[in-house]
T-cell receptor, first 112, second 115 residues
Framework: AQSVTQLDSQVPVFEEAPVELRCNYS??????LFWYVQYPNQGLQLLLK??????LVKGINGFEAEFNKSQTSFHLRKPSVHISDTAEYFC??????????FGKGTTLSVSS | GAGVSQTPSNKVTEKGKYVELRCDPI?????LYWYRQSLGQGPEFLIY????????DSGLPNDRFFAVRPEGSVSTLKIQRTERGDSAVYLC?????????????FGPGTRLTVL
């Protein structure tokens, strides 16, 4: 069975600092990996996804993630965060023809 | 075009009552998914449809939960004999198909509160 572990429930950072949100997954087969963002009182929005090919994936709003098969990780990074990046971030895994399996989420709080 | 819409946005009901939650997917999307998000948790898969049929209903917690999609577009999630533990945000998503390349677009959710 697939599962996703987000290692940090809350990550507080100052504006313009770099940030990394950690995600590990477990699966016995090939999977596809996603990061979603949920702003307060809004629906989930796709940030980026890894399906195949280059292990470094770039997404919207300056975020990127690196797929590491040997460590079964898919950590999300941004070199310089803004106040507007404050939100809940979810890592998710999927196999073809199945639904998404989400982690519990990481709350990113950016302060000035 | 219009995104995924869900109605109602909020639903308050009493323990033991029956509720229906509606999802209107993006036009043309053949795959439709229901998830449940409890406070402080990530979305949890309930059921997904490919067309009119339920392709995977393994996430439904028990037989009080049922979903339909009779014409392959709008879907209704039905909960019988609601319990306080059913309180959560119910999310609907749709995609062109269920294949790996197809992004799931999420609706804003229905917040269900069972008193």
């Amino acid at each position: 069975a697939q599962s996703v572990t987000q290692l940090d429930s809350q990550v507080p950072v100052f504006e313009e600092a770099p940030v990394e949100l950690r995600c590990n997954y477990s699966s016995s087969v090939s999977v596809y990996l996603f990061w979603y963002v949920q702003y307060p009182n809004q629906g989930l929005q796709l940030l980026l996804k890894y399906l195949s090919g280059s292990t470094l994936v770039k997404g919207i709003n300056g975020f990127e993630a690196e797929f590491n098969k040997s460590q079964t990780s898919f950590h999300l990074r941004k070199p310089s965060v803004h106040i507007s990046d404050t939100a809940e971030y979810f890592c998710a895994v999927k196999q073809a023809g199945t639904a998404l399996i989400f982690g519990k989420g990481t709350t990113l709080s950016v302060s000035s | 075009g219009a995104g995924v819409s869900q109605t109602p946005s909020n639903k308050v009901t009493e323990k033991g009552k029956y509720v229906e939650l509606r999802c209107d997917p993006i036009s043309g999307h053949t795959a439709l998914y229901w998830y449940r998000q409890s406070l402080g948790q990530g979305p949890e898969f309930l059921i997904y449809f490919q067309g009119t049929g339920a392709a995977d209903d393994s996430g439904l917690p028990n037989d009080r939960f049922f979903a339909v999609r009779p014409e392959g577009s709008v879907s209704t999630l039905k909960i019988q004999r609601t319990e306080r533990g059913d309180s959560a945000v119910y999310l609907c998503a749709s995609s062109w198909t269920s294949g790996k390349n197809n992004e799931q677009f999420f609706g804003p959710g229905t917040r269900l509160t069972v008193l």
